[in-house]
Nanobody, 116 residues
Framework: VQLQASGGGLVQAGDSLRLSCAASGRLLSSSRVGWFRQAPGKERAFVAAIRWGVGTRTYADSVKDRFTISRDRAENTVYLQMNSLQPEDTAVYYC??????????RGQGTQVTVSS
């Protein structure tokens, strides 16, 4: 399974944006898909994750009141709805698949830039 993130862009502080993560193959119910981000000069950080089958969600504390992760099983896509965006949310956002040896980030990220 390969994942491809899209939907980034340039927005102003307070705006919303929705990212999409399209899966090229079949995801198992036990699969977990996550969103991560990497800001310039910083390490990649966990943002949110969702269990494909039951839809259990996990969030980083910094985004849990503003971001919502969801999945559309018919579209084979995971979304990240980002509200009340702030300049500190500026980063390249990646979606990743959790595998037995850890997270697989091989897909290309999408740039999110929030201006103040």
């Amino acid at each position: 399974v390969q994942l491809q993130a899209s939907g980034g862009g340039l927005v102003q502080a307070g705006d919303s944006l929705r990212l999409s993560c399209a899966a090229s193959g079949r995801l198992l119910s036990s699969s977990r898909v996550g969103w991560f981000r990497q800001a310039p000069g910083k390490e990649r950080a966990f943002v949110a994750a969702i269990r494909w089958g039951v839809g259990t969600r996990t969030y980083a504390d910094s985004v849990k009141d503003r971001f919502t992760i969801s999945r559309d099983r018919a579209e084979n896509t995971v979304y990240l709805q980002m509200n009340s965006l702030q300049p500190e949310d500026t980063a390249v956002y990646y979606c990743a698949l959790e595998r037995s040896m850890g997270w697989d980030y091989r897909g290309q990220g999408t740039q999110v830039t929030v201006s103040s």
